[in-house]
C-alpha cells in the first residue's frame, strides 16, 4: 500500500488530508489549507453572478469559470502554494494569480458583548472570496456559505484513517496524560482503547462497564473500520439526509432539493441503486486498469533484462573491437581509438535510452498502482452518498490513467543488439577509411494491416521495416499462395513497400507473406497475411485488349462496333475457379446481326465470330432481339457452360469438360449494341453442385 501514500496527501500542505473538502472539479483539499489559499477579488471587479460553491456548480460550469482568468496578471493559475505556509500580513500582498491573498485574521470592528465570537471560533470568510484549485488552476467564487458549501470528502478520510492506523506499530492508550502505554484492550461501547493502569481507574468492571464488550486492540481496530459511518446530510438543508441522487448534476441530494431546489426537474434516482451502478463500473474499470499494470511490470522486467544485455553484448563487442585492432600494426592506434569512442558512445546512448524508459515506466506505475489500491479501498467503503461525490471522478482518472499505458508505451525505444560489425580485411593503405559495416541480414518486414485490402479479384499488400531496425535493405520480395492452400510463390521482387496483385482467383482465401534481403543474404519472413477475395465479380469490357473497330461507352460496360464485320472484345476480369454470372442487354439490333456471346481464352482471334475457333466457346443468334437480356452462368466446379435468354434457361447444359483460364467474351458489328451487366447473384433456379475430382484448375 505504500504506493497509494501519495493519493492521501493534500497537494497544499503534503501531509495527509485532514477533514479534506471535496472541489467542483472533483479534487481534493484540507479545510484548513483551502482558507490559507483563499483570495480575495476587488469589490468593483467581482462577477455578478453569486454562483454557489460545492454542490451548485456543475462539471460544464468551468466554461464560466475560467472567466475568472479576467483577474489574473499572468493567467496561470497558482503556480505553487509555497508562499501559503505563513499567511501574508496584509490584504494588499498579491498571490502568484494575480489576485489579493485574504489573510487568516481580518481586523473587524468592536462587537456588542452578545455578539462577539465564541473562543476557538474561525474568523469568518469575507465576501468576494475565490478559491483556485491547487492541481488544475479553476478559480471559483465562494457564496454566503463560504468553505461550508463544500461537500466533505468522508470516504477519504476514512481512507487515510485505515491507511495511518495500518503503518502504526502499535495502539496507545488513550487516556494516559504523558507517555501513552500500549494499549491492551478497547471497549468497543466506548469506542476506546486503554491500558492496563487506565483500564482499571476508568473503566472497572463493575456497575453499568460490567455489560461493556471489551475486546483485544487488533480487533478493536478491525470493528472501527468496519463500523457503519454516520448518515451524510446536505450541503444545501443540513438537517436533511441525502437519500437520492441527481443524474444530471452528478450528485447526490435530498427530499428538500428536489423538493425546493433546482434539482426538482432533475432526474433522479435512489442512491442505493446509483451506489452499486458505480461501484461496478469503477470496479470494471480497475480490471482494464490492473491488466495494463500487469502488463506494465512485465515490460520493466524485460526492460532491466535488456539492460543486463546491451551491457553483456556491449562488453563482448568492445572486447571484440580491441582485439581487432590490438592486431593490426601502429597505423591502426588512433584509428582504434577513434572507433571504441564510437562504441562507448552507442553502448552508453542504449543505456540511457533504456534506463530512461524504466525511470518513466517505475514511477507511472507506481502511481497507476496507487490509484488502484486507493481506489479498493475507495470500493471497501459503506457510504453511498461519500462514494458518489467520487466516484465519477475516480472513474474519470482510472479511464484517464488506462489510456496513458495506449500503444506505444510498452514498448522498447532501443534494442539491445549492436548491429555494427568490424571488418578487419582492408589493406594497410585503407586503413584511413576503417569504419563499421552492417553484416547481418535484413529483419522480418511488418506487414501494414491498415493499407492491405482486396478488391475484386485484386490485393493490395503494403509493408515495412520494424522501427528499431538500422540493417540496410536492398530489396523485397512478396509471395503468395494459390488460393487453394497450395505452395507459397514468388510475385513481387523489387525495392517498393507495396504492391497491387491482379488476377487473383474470385471467393478465394490467400496468404501473403514478405521477407527482405541485402548482400548478406535474405530475412526471416513476415507475419502471414490472410486475404478474401470478392465473392461475386464486378467487371467492365477491357479496351486494352478489345479489337481497334470496337466502340466502348458508359465507362466500358455498353459496346457496339463500328465495322461491318464481326470483332470481339473481352471483359478485364479471368475465371479459372468458383461459379459466376453475367447477363448483356441488347439496346440496339438492326438488320439481323448475328451477335454471339460467351466465354474467350485469352489469345482468342479478335476479328471473327466468337466461337469460330477453339479458343472461345458462344451462343449464337437464337431468338435475340431489342431489348433481350443473356444471361452466361460459368461454373467451374461442374466445368460447365449455360445460358439464358430473358430469364429462360437455353437447352440443359451448352459446353461441358470446361477447364483452364476464362474471360467472358462477346463479338458482333455495328448493327448491334449490348451492355454489361456484373455482380450479380446466381439464378434461383442453379444449385453449384461439388467439384468435379476429375477437374484441374490453371
Known sequence: ????????????????YREPIILPCSHNICQACARNILVQTPEAESPQSSRASGSGVSDYDYLDLDKMSLYSEADSGYGSYGGFVSTPTTPCQKSPNGVRVFPPTVPQPPHPQHLLPQPGSLPPIPRNSCITCPQCHRSLILDERGLRGFPKNRVLEGVVDRYQQSKAAALKCQLCEKSPKEAIVMCEQCDVFYCDPCRLRCHPPRGPLAKHRLVP?????????????????????????????????????????????????????????????????????????????SEAKEFLVQLRNMVQHIQENGVEFEACLVAQCDALIDAL?????????????????????????????????????????????????????????????????????????????????????????????????????????????????????????????????????????????????????????????????????????????????????????????????????????????????????????????????????????????????????????????????????????????????????????????????????????????????????????????????AFEAIEGLYYPAISLNRNVQVTLHTGLPIPDFYTPGEADPTSSVC
Open 1 to 16: 500500500m505504500d504506493e497509494m501514500e501519495e493519493e492521501l496527501k493534500c497537494p497544499v500542505c503534503g501531509s495527509f
Open 333 to 653: 592506434n588512433r584509428r582504434k581509438a577513434q572507433l571504441l569512442s564510437r562504441v562507448n558512445k552507442e553502448h552508453e546512448h542504449k543505456l540511457k535510452v533504456v534506463r530512461d524508459q524504466i525511470s518513466h515506466c517505475t514511477v507511472k506505475l507506481r502511481q497507476t498502482t496507487g490509484l488502484m489500491e486507493y481506489c479498493l479501498e475507495v470500493i471497501k467503503e459503506n457510504d453511498p452518498s461519500g462514494f458518489l461525490q467520487i466516484s465519477d471522478a475516480l472513474i474519470r482518472r482510472v479511464h484517464m490513467t488506462e489510456s496513458q499505458w495506449g500503444k506505444g508505451t510498452l514498448t522498447p525505444r532501443m534494442t539491445s543488439d549492436f548491429d555494427l560489425t568490424l571488418d578487419s580485411g582492408p589493406l594497410l593503405q585503407t586503413i584511413h577509411q576503417l569504419d563499421f559495416v552492417q553484416m547481418k541480414v535484413p529483419a522480418a518486414p511488418m506487414l501494414q494491416l491498415e493499407e492491405c485490402c482486396t478488391q475484386n479479384n485484386s490485393a493490395t499488400l503494403s509493408w515495412k521495416q520494424p522501427p528499431l531496425s538500422t540493417i540496410a535493405v536492398e530489396g523485397y520480395i512478396l509471395e503468395l499462395d494459390d488460393g487453394n492452400g497450395g505452395p507459397f510463390r514468388e510475385v513481387y521482387v523489387g525495392s517498393e513497400t507495396i504492391c497491387t496483385v491482379d488476377g487473383l482467383h474470385f471467393n478465394s482465401t490467400y496468404k501473403a507473406r514478405v521477407k527482405a534481403f541485402n548482400a548478406s543474404g535474405v530475412g526471416q519472413y513476415s507475419k502471414t497475411l490472410i486475404m478474401q477475395t470478392s465473392e461475386i465479380a464486378w467487371f467492365t469490357f477491357d479496351p486494352a485488349s478489345a479489337h481497334p473497330d470496337i466502340i466502348l461507352s458508359n465507362d466500358n460496360l455498353t459496346v457496339t462496333c463500328n465495322s461491318y464485320d464481326d470483332r470481339v472484345v473481352m471483359g478485364n476480369s479471368a475465371f479459372s475457379r468458383g461459379v459466376h454470372y453475367w447477363e448483356m442487354t441488347v439496346d440496339r439490333y438492326d438488320n439481323h446481326p448475328d451477335p454471339a456471346f460467351g466465354i474467350a481464352r485469352g489469345d482468342v482471334l479478335k476479328d471473327v465470330m466468337l466461337g469460330k475457333d477453339d479458343k472461345a466457346w458462344a451462343m449464337t443468334d437464337g431468338g435475340i432481339s431489342k431489348g433481350a437480356t443473356i444471361g452466361v452462368l460459368l461454373d467451374f466446379t461442374r466445368r460447365i457452360v449455360i445460358f439464358l435468354l430473358n430469364d429462360e434457361q437455353q437447352g440443359p447444359v
Open 217 to 293: 486492540p487488533a480487533q478493536g481496530r478491525i470493528s472501527r473500520r468496519t463500523s457503519p459511518r454516520k448518515i451524510s446530510t446536505c450541503t444545501e438543508h443540513e438537517l436533511e439526509n441525502l437519500s437520492m441522487y441527481c443524474v444530471q448534476c452528478k450528485m447526490p441530494v435530498c427530499y428538500q432539493c428536489l423538493e425546493e431546489g433546482k434539482h426538482g426537474t432533475h432526474e433522479v434516482k435512489a442512491l442505493g441503486a446509483m451506489w452499486k451502478l458505480h461501484k461496478g463500473q469503477l470496479s470494471q474499470a480497475l480490471n482494464g486498469l490492473s491488466d495494463r499494470a
